[in-house]
C-alpha cells in the first residue's frame, strides 16, 4: 500500500490509540508491510531509502487507513490546443 498519510488504530488494552505517518516532504511516500505478524509503516523517498518507521503487532492493530493527498485528474487539462474539455474547435 502506497499512499501520502497513513492512520493507523491501535488496540490499548481499555482504550484506543491512534497514529499518523505522514509524508513529510514533497516527492516522499508512506508504504505498509505485514511480515511476522508485525505492521511496518514507512516513510520512504524517491530513490528508496527508508526515513523512518512505526511498528505494530498485527494482532492489536484494529484498523489501517490510507489516506492519500488528492491530485489533479489529467482529463480536466486544457488541451495542448488551449481548449478546455469539451471545447469547440
Known amino acids: 500500500m502506497k499512499g501520502d498519510r ?4 491501535v ?3 481499555d482504550t484506543t490509540r491512534t497514529y499518523e505517518v505522514v509524508a513529510s516532504r ?3 511516500r508512506v508504504e ?10 514507512s ?14 503487532m498485527a ?3 484494529l484498523a489501517l487507513v490510507e489516506q492519500p493527498v488528492p491530485r489533479e485528474d489529467s482529463s480536466e487539462r486544457p488541451l495542448a490546443g488551449g481548449l478546455g474539455v469539451g471545447g469547440a474547435p
Do not use: L, M, P, Q
Open 26 to 28: 514533497a516527492g516522499r
Open 11 to 13: 488496540d490499548a488494552g
Open 59 to 61: 494482532t492489536r492493530v
Open 43 to 56: 516513510e520512504v523517498t524517491r530513490s528508496g531509502s527508508v526515513v523512518r518507521t512505526a511498528r505494530f
Open 32 to 41: 505498509t508491510a505485514v511480515r511476522r505478524g508485525v505492521v511496518e509503516v
Open 6 to 9: 497513513v492512520e493507523i488504530v
